[in-house]
T-cell receptor, first 116, second 109 residues
């Protein structure tokens, strides 16, 4: 299957700092990428839809000023967690769709964020 | 996305077929059925998807009932590495998915 890569795989940061997570589609172009968050022992929750060249669309309850999303190219989307706090500690996962709406989507390996 | 219902857990003997059911009685005509699995601390892995016809690939088979209100994912010869949480998702938009709690499949030697 297609490859979606996230970087870093894990990060520890101090409270109040910002952290940037990258999501790359390595062997295909993705006009749309998606960002999810997963807390321990819970399922994935969609945070936002990232569209190349335009503003991201955020799900209800997700603060757009706290979770900045940039999709500057067809192979890269970034999620920046600004002014991180311990409650932002979570597993962040991106996915990218290879083609039209009803083709498969591929997920990155996830980024474990720990805010101390 | 239509709501899906999956059993919370299942066991399967190594080498036997694993049949994972999913109910999606409110599925609409343009929604596809997707299956993903997540091994602990990793991102979900795409397995298979379909609209109305049965599908098969190198990983699994997907059987969708004629009324499309339920489906079954079949892993033909389960191995220990197939132990994971399996998610059945119904959506018109691959990637933008509502994940339920899934089925925790444990393959036992």
């Amino acid at each position: 299957g297609a490859v979606v890569s996230q970087h870093p795989s894990w990060v520890i940061c101090k409270s109040g700092t910002s952290v940037k997570i990258e999501c790359r589609s390595l062997d295909f172009q993705a006009t749309t990428m998606f960002w999810y968050r997963q807390f321990p022992k819970q399922s994935l929750m969609l945070m936002a839809t990232s569209n190349e060249g335009s503003k991201a669309t955020y799900e209800q309850g997700v603060e757009k000023d706290k979770f900045l999303i940039n999709h500057a190219s067809l192979t890269l989307s970034t999620l920046t967690v600004t002014s991180a706090h311990p409650e932002d500690s979570s597993f962040y996962i991106c996915s990218a769709r290879r083609g039209q709406k009803n083709t498969e989507a591929f997920f990155g390996q996830g980024t474990r964020l720990t805010v101390v | 996305d239509a709501k899906t219902t999956q059993p919370p857990s299942m066991d399967c003997a190594e080498g036997r077929a694993a049949n994972l059911p999913c109910n999606h009685s409110t599925i609409s005509g343009n929604e596809y059925v997707y299956w993903y699995r997540q091994i602990h601390s990793q991102g979900p892995q795409y397995i298979i998807h379909g609209l109305k016809n049965n599908e098969t690939n190198e990983m699994a088979s997907l059987i969708i009932t004629e009324d499309r209100k339920s489906s079954t994912l079949i892993l033909p010869h389960a191995t220990l590495r197939d132990t994971a949480v399996y998610y059945c998702i119904v959506s018109v938009n691959a990637g933008k998915s509502t994940f339920g709690d899934g089925t925790t499949l444990t393959v036992k030697p």
